[in-house]
C-alpha cells in the first residue's frame, strides 16, 4: 500500500508539472507548435491562433504546410530537413495568415523526443517580425536620409574650408605681391633722390645698377607671384631641375635684408661650402623661403636677428635651417 501511494503522489507531482508547463506555453507570447513525425499538427497554443487567424479545431491534425507562403514552401520543407538531420534549425520565413496575408516569421525548429530518446516529433517557436521588419526599414530609411544630410553637410563645410582657404591664399598673395612693390618702391625713390642731386660719380652708377637690378628681380617675383595665382585652380607643373641651395636662399634673404635696416633686425647668414645640388622647382622654393624668413621677420616687431643656414649634416644628408630668429626683449 505504501508503494501504491508513492506512486500515485509523483504520477500527481508529474501531471501537476505539466499543467503547469502547459499553462506557461498557453500563455506565451511566442508562437507554439509541434507536429509528429507525419507532419501533423498535435499541439498549438493561443498565440498561433492569434496569429494566423484560424480556430483550434482547424488547425489540429493538418498539415504543417498549411502556414508557409506558396514562395516559401520549398524553403520550409528544406528547414525541416535540415532539422531533422542536424538536431536544429533557425531561420526567418514567409508565412501566410488565414486571410491570405503573408507576413514574416522567425522560427526555431528543435527534435521533440520521448522516454526511450526516439523521435517523436517537431517543435516549432516562431514569433511575428512585421513590425520589427518596419521598424529596421524605417531605421533603413533613416540611415539613408542622415547620410544625405551628412554628405550635403560635409560639402558645405568643404565648400566654407575652401572659401577660407581662398581668403588665406588672397591674404598670403598680397603680402608676398607687397613685399617686392615696396622693394621696387624703395629704389625708385633712391635713384630719383640721387638724379636730383644731378651729379654723378662711379659710386652712384654702381649704386642705380644695384638698385635697378634688384627693382629688375621684384617686378619678374611680382610676374610669377601672379602667375602662380592663375595657376591655383589648376594642377600645378613642376619644374624640377638641378639647384644650388644656397643661390635660392641668398636671394630672399637678400630682398628681406634690404627692407629691414630700419627695424632693427639683422640677417645672419651661415651657407655652407661644397653643398650638392638638389632637385626641386626654383620658383616654389624660393617662395617658400621667402614667406618662411617673412614670417620669422614679422614675429619680431621689437627687433632681433634672423639666422638662415645651410649645411650638409654626417651621412649624405642634406639640411637648411630656415630661420631661427631670436627677439630682442623688452
Known amino acids: 500500500m505504501v508503494g501504491i501511494a508513492r506512486d500515485i503522489t509523483e504520477r500527481k507531482k508529474m501531471e501537476e508539472e505539466i499543467r503547469v508547463y502547459a499553462q506557461a506555453i498557453e500563455g506565451a507570447y511566442d508562437a507554439f507548435l509541434i507536429t509528429d513525425r507525419k507532419g501533423k499538427i498535435i499541439f498549438i497554443n493561443q498565440s498561433v ?36 538531420t542536424k ?24 527534435l521533440v523526443r520521448n522516454e526511450k530518446n526516439e523521435v517523436v516529433g517537431l517543435l516549432s517557436v516562431f514569433r511575428d517580425i512585421t513590425e520589427t521588419k518596419k521598424l529596421i526599414s524605417e531605421l533603413e530609411e533613416e540611415r539613408i536620409t542622415l547620410e544625405e544630410r551628412v554628405r550635403k553637410r560635409t560639402a558645405q563645410i568643404r565648400e566654407s574650408e575652401k572659401m577660407a582657404s581662398l581668403g588665406r591664399l588672397s591674404a598670403g598673395m598680397a603680402h608676398e605681391i607687397n613685399t617686392p612693390l615696396g622693394i621696387i618702391l624703395v629704389n625708385t625713390h633712391l635713384i630719383a633722390q640721387r638724379m636730383a642731386k644731378r651729379r654723378l660719380d662711379s659710386r652712384d652708377l654702381k649704386k642705380y645698377k644695384e638698385a635697378i637690378k634688384r627693382i629688375e628681380n621684384a617686378t619678374l617675383r611680382s610676374q610669377k607671384i601672379v602667375s602662380n595665382l592663375l595657376d591655383f585652380s589648376r594642377v600645378p607643373r613642376l619644374k624640377f631641375q638641378p639647384l644650388d641651395i644656397n643661390r635660392l636662399l641668398e636671394r630672399p634673404s637678400s630682398l628681406i635684408e634690404s627692407q629691414i635696416s630700419s627695424e632693427n633686425i639683422k640677417v645672419v647668414k651661415d651657407y655652407g661650402s661644397k653643398l650638392p ?25 621689437h627687433g632681433g636677428s634672423i639666422k638662415v643656414e645651410s649645411r650638409l649634416s654626417e651621412g649624405t644628408n642634406f639640411r637648411a635651417r630656415l630661420p631661427i630668429a631670436k627677439k630682442n626683449n623688452r
Do not use: C, T
Open 49 to 84: 491562433l492569434d496569429m494566423y487567424g484560424y480556430r483550434r479545431k482547424e488547425l489540429i491534425g493538418k498539415q504543417v504546410s498549411i502556414f508557409p507562403s506558396q514562395s516559401n514552401l520549398k524553403k520550409q520543407k528544406e528547414a525541416i530537413r535540415e532539422a531533422k
Open 87 to 110: 538536431g536544429g534549425w533557425s531561420g526567418e520565413l514567409i508565412n501566410k495568415r488565414k486571410s491570405g496575408e503573408e507576413f514574416p516569421i522567425i522560427l526555431s525548429l528543435s
Open 277 to 301: 645640388r638638389i632637385m626641386g622647382d626654383p620658383d616654389r622654393l624660393e617662395q617658400v623661403f621667402h614667406n618662411i624668413i617673412q614670417n620669422a621677420r614679422e614675429a619680431m616687431p
